[in-house]
């Protein structure tokens, strides 16, 4: 089945304690991205790649990290988190850089920062 | 402003009824316009997307206007499956000296549909 499979869906850590959100698909995507959404701010894209080794900054980058060192992974990395960082966190992927491609979007992670 | 507007709502309609959402779009620029749907919880999914002679697909409509830059979303004969919250999705412009921005793509915060009996 096509999909994009996020882990962990939910969490709950403690503030400064490095975390990394997997993201995965199966699909040989190009065009992956990560979003937060938080109420009545909506859908705020934080990091975005273009393809393999190319990363860049989106809307709300600060506190976040990415690599994509493989096609089909793009992992979220949170050094310090901080409870600012409390939000639900969509990846999604699309089939080239081309935005007409709808995204499919992984099932999403819940994080709580204490 | 926002970059993509839209009414938060929540509205509330009867099964069968017609209801009609609408968003407006800063960039004058952007040429790619989408309606997705979200279930409480869950991963947005795409709806739809919205070209500039309008389409249709089964009970829902989707239109642009570039010169007043909105698109809307009508809904005929509404579903209790149908609840959900509908996100206008719109592809951020041209692109930069970077040429990176073409790709993004900016979500409105969403319009909650409550369907009942």
């Known amino acids: 089945e096509a999909q994009v499979t996020q882990n962990p869906r939910y969490l709950i850590t403690v503030t400064g304690k490095k975390l990394t959100v997997t993201c995965s698909q199966n699909?040989?995507?190009?065009?992956m991205s990560w979003y937060r959404q938080d109420p009545g701010l909506g859908l705020r894209q934080i990091y975005y790649s273009m393809n393999v080794e190319v990363t860049d900054k989106g809307d709300v980058p600060e506190g976040y990290k990415v690599s994509r060192k493989e096609k089909r992974n793009f992992p979220l990395i949170l050094e310090s988190p901080s409870p600012n960082q409390t939000s639900l966190y969509f990846c999604?992927?699309?089939?080239?850089?081309?935005?007409?491609?709808?995204?499919?979007f992984g099932s999403g992670t819940r994080l709580t920062v204490v | 402003r926002k970059e993509v507007e839209q009414d938060p709502g929540p509205f509330n309609v009867p099964e069968g009824a017609t209801v009609a959402f609408n968003c407006t779009y800063s960039?004058?620029?952007?040429?790619?316009f989408f309606w997705y749907r979200q279930d409480c919880r869950k991963e947005p999914k795409l709806l739809m997307s919205?070209?500039?002679s309008g389409n249709e697909d089964g009970r829902f409509t989707a239109q642009l206007n570039r010169a007043s830059q909105y698109i809307s979303l009508l809904i005929r004969d509404s579903k209790l499956s149908d609840s959900a919250t509908y996100l206008c999705?719109?592809?951020?412009?041209?692109?930069?000296?970077?040429?990176?921005?073409?790709?993004?793509?900016?979500f409105g915060q969403g319009t909650i549909l409550t369907v009942h009996p």
């Open positions: 699909m040989n995507h190009e065009y």
């Open positions: 999604a992927s699309r089939p080239t850089f081309f935005p007409r491609d709808g995204y499919t």
């Open positions: 919205v070209y500039s």
């Open positions: 999705v719109v592809n951020a412009g041209r692109a930069n000296a970077g040429g990176t921005s073409y790709g993004k793509l900016t």
């Open positions: 960039n004058s620029a952007s040429q790619s």
